[in-house]
């Protein structure tokens, strides 16, 4: 009886050949459904990808945000400015020059001069008492308060270091300009005619109109 041949066969059956069954390991599914998984995402974030590059290069997002700031430029209007006080020329501008200094003559040249550049001159002589000998800068412009914004700026472009004050109780539309001490000589014709220039020229009237971006 051969070694292969199972007890009890006595001999009848043998196993004969030389192949046998081999086992095979089980196959590992899981792997399988993580690598799909992975490519399946993969796939995505590629398509996601070259979606927003096709919108950089075809300007899809410039055109979002065009549109975005459009959207909020049409609900914002620029506000209308406050109305503006009409400037007078010099020609309509009196002015009464005062010394308030010791030295003789100032008044009568500086009103010379001033009648040169166009304005009307008024009382041309010493300061009163109250400012007599007291006004220590170059000069000290007075007016009444309805020359705040008209005659006093036109009279400061000739010596813009003057100090500006209005007195609700004068009387009449003149303006004072009192010499003080520091007094050197009026702007440059040239400069007081520059500023003057800009302060008289005619501004555009603005509107609430919406604004353009």
């Known amino acids: 009886m051969s070694m292969l041949t199972p007890p009890g066969m006595g001999g009848q059956y ?3 050949g030389d192949k046998y069954p081999r086992m095979r390991p089980a ?27 096709v919108n950089v290069f075809t300007g899809g997002g410039d055109r979002a945000s065009a549109a975005g700031t459009k959207a909020d430029c049409a609900t914002k209007a620029s506000p209308s ?14 002015v009464n020059v005062l010394n308030a200094t ?4 100032l008044a009568k040249r500086t009103a010379d001069e001033l009648k040169k550049r166009g ?13 007599d000998k007291k006004v220590k800068g170059t000069g000290l412009l007075i007016g009444p308060a309805s020359a705040l914004n008209t005659a006093l700026p036109v009279l400061a472009t000739q010596l813009p270091t003057a100090e500006r004050s209005t007195d609700p109780t004068r009387k009449g539309p003149a303006v004072d300009l009192i ?5 050197k000589e009026l702007a440059r014709k040239t400069d007081a005619d520059r500023a ?6 005619p501004r555009p009237t603005a509107t609430g109109v919406k604004t353009s971006c």
């Open 14 to 16: 043998r196993i004969t």
């Open 27 to 53: 196959r590992r599914r899981g792997r399988l459904v993580l690598v799909v998984t992975a490519s399946v995402v993969v796939i995505g974030i590629l398509g996601w990808g070259t979606l927003q590059l």
């Open 81 to 94: 400015p406050s109305p503006t006080v009409a400037v007078p020329q010099p020609r309509a501008v009196t």
């Open 102 to 105: 010791t030295r003789s003559g």
């Open 119 to 131: 304005f009307r001159i008024g009382e041309v002589g010493n300061a009163p008492q109250q400012w």
């Open 179 to 183: 010499i003080g001490n520091g007094f």
């Open 196 to 201: 003057l220039a800009e302060l008289t020229a």
